[in-house]
């Protein structure tokens, strides 16, 4: 049952995912990705972590993906949907690519850390309130560290993208 | 139950594919949204170890994770506002300001 439903929404992350990167449209790349966090958040939830599932709908496809769509429709893309996909000169790149990918699967398929089944623990109910502790009780530093560059990240995105008169 | 390299093996995919899109395409928003791609497998990985292992830091450092991508994603696109609106392109070979 569980491994039916993970099939599943990694079949559709991984498909979504390459239409991401193949598509020649933007607009068809941001739907494509809106969709891939869709499933890598029921993934979330199939990893008993039902709270970062949440989160994960709430900062990614209702913000990022939403200011994405903005940017988008803010500048002309139709030059953007005429370029080619591979515009030579890539194969070292590919060949990189390649490598890297098989490096790591080969290494995660001949590991044996990697065949356990079972969590070495099974963590009773009320787990949100257990990790909300552990964040604002021992995270309490990289938490607040973590507001300041939002914070900064507001405030810069704003001075970039004014007018240079205003 | 699903065993740990299933989920393992997603992410090392979605890595590659992300990965990938960085390294071929050109269009800067498509680079910018395979980045996402990575973060968000990296993601994974994190909270399929915390899991197995019965420890809430792989969530937490999902969440960080969550966090700086918002704000990575709130001034990369700021910078692409302005490159747009002074160079009016959106190729990354086009964007040659800062070579020396």
């Known amino acids: ?166 | 139950m699903v065993p740990l390299w299933w989920y393992i093996l997603l992410g090392v995919v979605l890595f590659v594919i992300g990965a990938a899109g960085v390294l071929l395409r050109r269009n800067i928003l498509v680079v910018l949204m395979s980045l996402e791609l990575l973060l968000n497998s990296v993601n994974i990985n994190f909270i399929a170890f915390g899991r197995t292992y019965g420890d809430f830091r792989g969530q937490i450092f999902a969440i960080f994770v969550i966090a700086i991508t918002a704000a990575e994603v709130a001034v990369a696109l700021g910078i692409l506002v302005a490159l747009v609106r002074n160079k009016s392109t959106l190729k990354v070979d086009d964007v040659t300001m800062m070579k020396g």
Do not use: W
Request: some cysteine; charged content about 10%.
């Open chain 1, 1 to 166: 049952m569980d491994q039916g439903f993970f099939l599943l929404f990694a079949t559709v992350s991984v498909v979504t995912a390459l239409t991401v990167v193949l598509a020649r449209n933007p607009v068809h790349s941001a739907l494509a990705l809106m969709a891939c966090f869709l499933q890598i958040s029921a993934i979330f939830v199939l990893l008993e972590a039902p709270f970062l599932a949440v989160i994960q709908i709430f900062v990614y496809v209702g913000a990022i993906m939403v200011l994405f769509l903005f940017v988008i429709m803010m500048i002309d893309v139709r030059e953007a949907v005429l370029q080619r996909f591979l515009p030579g000169g890539n194969l070292p790149a590919l060949v990189l690519v390649g490598l890297l990918g098989v490096e790591m699967l080969v290494l995660v398929l001949s590991s044996d850390r990697f065949s356990v089944a079972e969590p070495v623990t099974t963590r009773g109910g009320d787990e949100i309130r257990q990790l909300s502790t552990t964040l604002f009780a021992n995270y309490l530093l990289p938490f607040e560290a973590a507001s300041v560059i939002l914070l900064a990240a507001l405030v810069g995105a704003i001075v970039l993208a004014r007018k240079e008169s205003g």
